[in-house]
């Protein structure tokens, strides 16, 4: 089965041809210097840059790979959660294709996704803890089947992904900032005290709205002369910005380890950890949950960090998991943003190969 995938939730306009399950070829524009000025993703700004760049993505991949249009089985596009006006050019450029091609079409949940892509390098352990972190989500799952994902824990405000951003605009660093305080933190003992946060508590939830402001206070207390609201003067030397960025890494990591860790005693008939999102690149997190996985004797799965990103391939490995089970969309499926409930509007296929 030949699925062809297409990502445009965010800043990133990503498609990809998975042909049962393995990678044929993918494609991938980044919107971050587009952004960059602005010191945020541009909502408007995104929708047109999909819909500048989705048909030449198009032509290129199939180009590369060698395959003609007419030669797809199944038209995967991201639905949501994300940018509405985005999402929108992804979802209509992919019913078009499949009305056009009288081909079956597939609405992906993005975050499932992110989970699914890493089915490209191991073999799934169902059921399994899915750790999702980006930079606008922090999700805890159990995951019983491609299509049967049990919400377990989310975020309450700030996703880890964004206090990264947040604070590393704070410092002057580039967005999205998270790589950055990563590198910086390598290899670096720190002897700043920042909170853990939400972890007297029994749920799995996440809320770091508390870290990233008391991250905020530390910069505005110690470096008196810096605006940390805007991101101006701040004058620290190198060793005071590595050691500020290892221990803000460290709370973060943390905290994503532990509730990690209690999802597992929650879930003991679990087989492996699968981790995914933009923040599962984090070199110090690779490293705490391998170790949590050596203590509970479980696998521990994250993509290469090239994976861990928004992408087209993560939609096409998502679709193709879905096709497998027997599931279609019909075209009048609505694109969900950020905030909004997930319908669960997945019909049996007629899809045959
Ligand atoms: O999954 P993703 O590409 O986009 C969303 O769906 O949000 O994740 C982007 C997020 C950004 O917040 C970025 O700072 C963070 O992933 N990120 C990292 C690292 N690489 C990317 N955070 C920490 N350490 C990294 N190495
Ligand atoms: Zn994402």
């Not at 670096?188 to 996440?206: M, Y």
Request: with cysteine.
């Amino acid at each position: 089965m030949l699925c062809l995938g297409i990502e445009t939730s965010c800043d990133e306009t990503g498609l990809a041809l998975v042909s049962d399950g393995s990678l044929i070829h993918s494609v991938l524009s980044s919107q971050v210097e587009l952004h960059d000025i602005f010191g945020g993703v541009v909502p408007e700004l995104a929708s047109r840059e999909h819909y500048r760049l989705i048909g030449v993505l198009l032509d290129q991949l199939l180009n590369k790979s060698h395959i003609d249009i007419h030669d797809l089985d199944l038209i995967c596009a991201a639905r949501g959660p994300g940018l509405l006006g985005s999402l929108l050019v992804g979802v209509n450029f992919a019913k078009g294709l499949a009305l056009g091609l009288g081909r079956p079409f597939l609405g992906i949940n993005h975050l499932h996704a992110h989970i699914m892509i890493n089915a490209l390098e191991n073999v799934l352990p169902f059921p399994f803890i899915g750790l999702l972190v980006s930079g606008g989500h922090t999700v805890l799952y159990r995951v019983e089947s491609p299509d049967r994902f049990i919400l377990i824990g989310k975020c309450l405000d700030d996703a880890a992904g964004e206090v990264f951003d947040k604070i590393g605009k704070c410092l002057g660093m580039k967005y999205p900032a998270g790589k950055f305080v990563d590198m910086l933190s390598q290899n670096v003992e720190s002897n700043i005290k920042l909170p853990r946060p939400f972890l007297s508590n029994d749920n799995l939830n996440f809320s770091f709205s508390g870290l990233k402001t008391a991250a905020l206070n530390h910069l505005k207390n110690v470096w008196q002369n810096c605006n940390a609201e805007i991101g101006v003067n701040i004058r620290m030397g190198q060793r005071d910005l590595k050691s500020f960025c290892a221990a803000l890494n460290n709370a973060i990591v943390e905290t994503l380890v532990e509730k990690t860790r209690r999802a597992i005693k929650k879930n003991q008939d679990i087989k492996g950890i699968v981790v995914a999102g933009g923040v599962a690149a984090n070199t110090t997190l690779r490293k705490r949950l391998r170790k949590l996985g050596e203590q509970f004797d479980l696998p521990i799965h994250c993509p290469s960090p090239e994976l861990c990103t928004d992408n087209g391939i993560m939609i096409a490995m998502g679709g193709y998991f879905l096709a497998c089970s027997g599931e279609v969309h019909n075209l009048d499926l609505e694109t969900i943003p950020k905030g909004r409930k997930m319908p669960e509007d997945i019909y049996p296929s007629t899809f045959t190969e």
